[in-house]
């Protein structure tokens, strides 16, 4: 059996376990599993299936044990935002509702009476996104009172998992600060925004850092999988994992994570929570170290992954993203453009009528076809990732020189070329694993196999390929 580290990445499309390895200084990663991530219609709402995860969860780590591998240690991150509440036994009170459910559209204006966004924002540094945790949590408190009665414990989608795992609850820090619930400066729970909302101050536990050993597996399921190992704390934040991996070459590198979201920024050592950040919607979450990762959350491939499974929905084959490529490329002259920050993109019937339709309320030329419909898409991210750069360089002071692209987003060519044009700055693409690999970081530093963050950094650029992009 091969000695390893194992990253389990969960993105709201898909998953992996990709097993990591350190030789001669340099990273290799093997991914052993993959299973698909759905929303589910639960009781009214968009639910994840977090049972189903839990179990794939399990299923990757047997998978890698049976390829022959026998990891040290295992970390997993997924997405934002999104909870659980426990009981005092350790069950789950209702379901895994999504983020892409509608239940907390009202929820701002119900709350700023109560607390002003100006204020949350100056507390906590947290844009506004109709669907962020404390949103979530109010909305849930007017649905099933009830189950905030009940609950002693929340949790965050990967700290449950992470409870199943290993039988420990544990919040983790890069993931809670996205709830807006957690002071931007003091970096733990905000008690006397709690106290405002009306919400359990005892369901909130202490909060951790990427790093944390939790404990070893739960004797059952070490008996399934067939080994012990234990259960680390990455960033659990999918984001937060993949900012790691960016090999920045200076401080003058802005950091694009692409996958299903974009998401478009900076490493800071110090908040920015005033009226301009507020007015421009960025967000200081929590990172590595007590990093901040000062960014814009950019609708990003979420709008192309849509398209691709509306498609095989209607022909029953999924065409390949090269195949999407292509079509947009086909289309290069055409010119729509929307706002990929328009909620309307959020969860749609049909993502090619809404684009379609987008158009149409702009008073632009309707997209006729699947290539055109690829390009306005094309055509909106990359001009929205400049924008965000022009408001960075506002927010900061600071002029940048690059953008660094990690995250399955940089194996798309044309988009970086057409970003790299629309900003007039080089793009250098790659890692392709940026979240698995950031995972996978925290662990080798935990293990001591690097000292620190910056000897891992480097030992990237010897361990893949970067791909430069320049503007045209």
């Not at 057409?418 to 996978?440: K, S």
Request: overall charge negative; hydrophobic content about 40%.
């Amino acid at each position: 059996m091969q000695s390893c580290y194992l990253a389990v990445d969960i993105g709201a499309s898909s998953g992996r376990h990709i097993v990591g390895t350190v030789q001669d200084g340099r990273m290799k990663l093997q991914e052993v599993y993959r299973f698909e991530n759905r929303l589910q219609e639960r009781n009214g709402h968009l639910c994840w299936d977090i049972d189903g995860l839990a179990q794939q969860v399990v299923e990757g780590l047997k998978a890698a044990h049976d390829q022959g591998f026998a990891p040290v240690t295992v970390g997993i991150d997924t997405w934002a935002v999104d909870f659980v509440l426990l009981d005092g036994q350790g069950n789950r009170l209702g379901d895994a509702v999504a983020y892409r459910d509608k239940r907390t559209a009202d929820q701002r204006r119900k709350l700023e009476p109560v607390v002003p966004f100006a204020e949350l924002y100056r507390r906590t540094g947290i844009q506004y996104q109709p669907f962020n945790t404390i949103y979530q949590l109010c909305a849930l408190k007017d649905e099933h009172p009830e189950q905030l009665q009940a609950a002693e414990h929340f949790l965050m989608i990967p700290d449950y998992l992470n409870y199943c795992l290993c039988g420990v609850m544990a919040n983790e820090y890069t993931n809670a600060s996205t709830t807006a619930l957690v002071g931007a400066e003091s970096k733990t729970w905000d008690d006397a925004l709690i106290e405002k909302l009306g919400l359990p101050r005892k369901i909130f536990g202490a909060i951790r850092t990427p790093g944390t050993v939790l404990g070893h597996l739960r004797e059952e399921v070490s008996r399934y999988v067939g080994f012990d190992c234990q259960v680390v704390l990455p960033a659990t934040h999918d984001t937060g994992s993949a900012f790691l991996a960016v090999p920045a070459r200076d401080d003058k590198a802005v950091y694009l994570s692409s996958g299903t979201w974009s998401l478009l920024g900076v490493e800071n050592l110090t908040p920015i929570t005033g009226p301009e950040s507020e007015a421009a919607n960025f967000t200081n979450e929590g990172g590595y170290e007590y990093r901040y990762r000062y960014l814009k959350n950019i609708m990003g491939l979420w709008m192309i992954q849509s398209v691709r499974r509306e498609l095989g929905e209607q022909t029953g084959t999924r065409p390949s993203f090269p195949e999407l490529i292509a079509a947009a490329e086909g289309a290069h002259d055409f010119a729509g453009i929307v706002s990929t920050g328009d909620q309307r993109f959020l969860a749609p019937a049909s993502m090619i009528e809404e684009v379609k339709a987008a158009c149409a309320d702009a008073g632009q030329t309707v997209p006729a076809t699947v290539g055109e419909v690829m390009q306005t898409i094309y055509n909106s991210l990359s001009r929205d990732y400049r924008k965000a750069i022009d408001e960075l360089q506002t927010l900061t002071g600071k002029r940048y020189t690059s953008i660094n692209i990690v995250g399955g987003g940089s194996q798309d060519m044309y988009l970086n070329q057409m970003t790299a044009n629309a900003a007039g700055l080089p793009v250098f693409a790659g890692p392709t694993e940026g979240t698995a690999l950031g995972n996978l970081m925290v662990q080798f530093i935990a293990a001591g196999i690097y000292p620190d963050l910056q000897s891992a950094r480097d030992a990237i650029k010897n361990s893949f390929e970067i791909k430069e992009v320049l503007p045209q």
